[in-house]
């Protein structure tokens, strides 16, 4: 029975079958298939560095603008037929942008700009320069507004500002951890928030690098301004006369049930069945909306697929569709009422979307339990908008299981900018194959040479 013995057991069968050559051939099948993946990956993937490499999008009945920033930052505006309209990267990173109040085809937009060069304005490179600008889509025509200089880069943007009137902005300042009303015109600030006021430094990120991350920041109707602290893993409500209301705030430290390192939240008024915020559960890889109710918020709507990973923004439009970024996922989509995706456009790492004549992010929109939304996520038929999942999509969500979801999106931010989710799990099986391969080699050399390693842990044959 070439050295199998009748009474052998089916794993010492299976381990006489299995040489070192034929675990190398293996090995170096699912190097050479995961290698393939990747660079399929890298020559079909969508770069928007530059204007050639946007792709067209699906006809919408308006224009569709959307920011980036990552490796580098880009304004993209799509006309209603699918083309690009609009297409801009004179920026370091592009952030938040908004349409302009009575102004066709024009939005306003904060973007920040990385100095590499010493000089007056930096002594010390990288430094940060943001800005507030405007610009016209049509004649491309661009105004600056507003703009401050930061002698350092991490952690130094600006996220966010809305606008109060035609002077005055409310920014979302991430470097010095407050909220602020700026006249435009004069540059005279006219009242702050610090989020040091209400938490303790002990809690959120490292101090004094990037411990709040203020990523948002929305005027009310009601003159309140509604904050998004990403490390407090909390949205708080701020009246600017008497500071923070802390009855309303929604999340709570470390309590990653509830939201996860959030962005864009959007605040839904009564008059749209609110009030209600619908936000960007960003780590948790879902958009969800709640709802207040007895003084309190509860969840009452949750949408997520298995493409999903670390959406950034999501605005209800006036139709009951949701508008939905999904960073990590390389794409923005349209989801309707029923859960389905009708509308979707790839890109390499967008951060913002707007689509123009729907009024400012959800501003247009009704609430989830106005409209009797239903919840649909990853585990629901359909919930994946066609996308299927493949060998390298499981292994991902394996290998996701066992890293925490901030070091996933971190590798997957930093790593080139066709890299996604599958691209994402090729790359762990090939760098595992790799490990176990060598790991294995270096066993084999050391046993030919007479070299063992006793385990530290015996048995006591005495009993």
């Not at 702050?192 to 209400?198: D, F, N, R």
């Not at 939240?265 to 749209?272: K, L, N, R, T």
């Not at 299927?388 to 930093?414: C, H, K, M, Q, W």
């Not at 799990?425 to 595992?432: D, K, N, R, S």
Request: with cysteine; net charge negative.
């Amino acid at each position: 029975m070439d050295g199998e013995t009748a009474d052998s057991s089916p794993f010492d069968r299976i381990r006489s079958r299995v040489t070192r050559r034929r675990l190398r051939i293996a090995f170096l099948v699912i190097v050479i298939l995961c290698g393939a993946y990747l660079a399929y990956g890298a020559v079909t993937g969508v770069t928007t560095a530059t204007e050639d490499g946007v792709p067209e999008a699906p006809p919408t009945e308006n224009h569709t603008v959307v920011t980036e920033s990552a490796k580098f930052g880009t304004i993209i505006a799509y006309a209603p037929n699918g083309s690009v309209a609009y297409y801009n990267n004179s920026h370091t990173k592009y952030f938040d942008v908004d349409p302009v109040e009575g102004e066709s085809m024009t939005v306003e937009y904060v973007a920040t700009d990385t100095i590499h060069t010493a000089g007056p304005r930096c002594q010390d490179p990288p430094c940060a320069r943001n800005v507030i600008e405007r610009a016209n889509l049509t004649t491309g025509e661009v105004t600056e507004l507003y703009a401050r200089y930061v002698p350092e880069e991490n952690a130094a943007e600006w996220h966010d500002a809305d606008r109060v009137n035609e002077s005055h902005v409310v920014l979302a300042d991430m470097v010095d951890d407050e909220v602020y009303m700026v006249d435009t015109e004069t540059e005279m600030i006219e009242w702050t928030w610090q989020a040091q006021s209400e938490f303790p430094v002990e809690e959120g990120g490292p101090y004094p690098g990037d411990w709040a991350h203020l990523n948002d920041v929305e005027v009310l109707n009601d003159g309140r301004v509604m904050a998004s602290l990403r490390n407090q893993d909390q949205v708080v409500f701020i009246d600017p006369e008497t500071g923070m209301q802390e009855n309303w705030t929604l999340g709570e430290e470390g309590n990653h049930d509830i939201q996860y390192e959030q962005h864009n939240p959007d605040y839904i008024p009564e008059e749209h069945g609110g009030p209600a915020v619908i936000v960007a559960d960003s780590e948790n890889a879902r958009v969800q909306e709640f709802q207040r109710e007895d003084g309190s918020w509860n969840r009452t709507w949750v949408w997520s697929d298995e493409r999903m990973q670390w959406p950034r923004d999501a605005d209800r439009l006036p139709n009951g569709n949701t508008l939905i970024t999904d960073t990590n996922g390389k794409r923005v989509i349209e989801v309707n009422e029923s859960g389905d995706i009708v509308w979707q456009v790839e890109l390499s790492h967008p951060y913002d979307a707007e689509r123009l004549g729907t009024g400012d992010e959800s501003a247009g929109g009704q609430s989830a339990t106005a409209l009797g939304l239903d919840s649909r996520t990853a585990g629901d038929d359909g919930g994946g908008g066609g996308f299927s999942l493949g060998i390298f999509e499981t292994v991902s969500d394996v290998v996701r299981g066992l890293l925490p979801s901030r070091v996933v999106n971190a590798i997957i931010y930093v790593g080139p900018t066709w890299m996604g989710r599958p691209e994402f799990g090729a790359a762990a099986v090939a760098v595992l194959t790799g490990l176990t391969w060598t790991g294995l080699e270096l066993r084999w050399f050391l046993r030919a040479r007479g070299i063992t390693f006793q385990s530290p842990i015996t048995r006591d044959e005495r009993n």
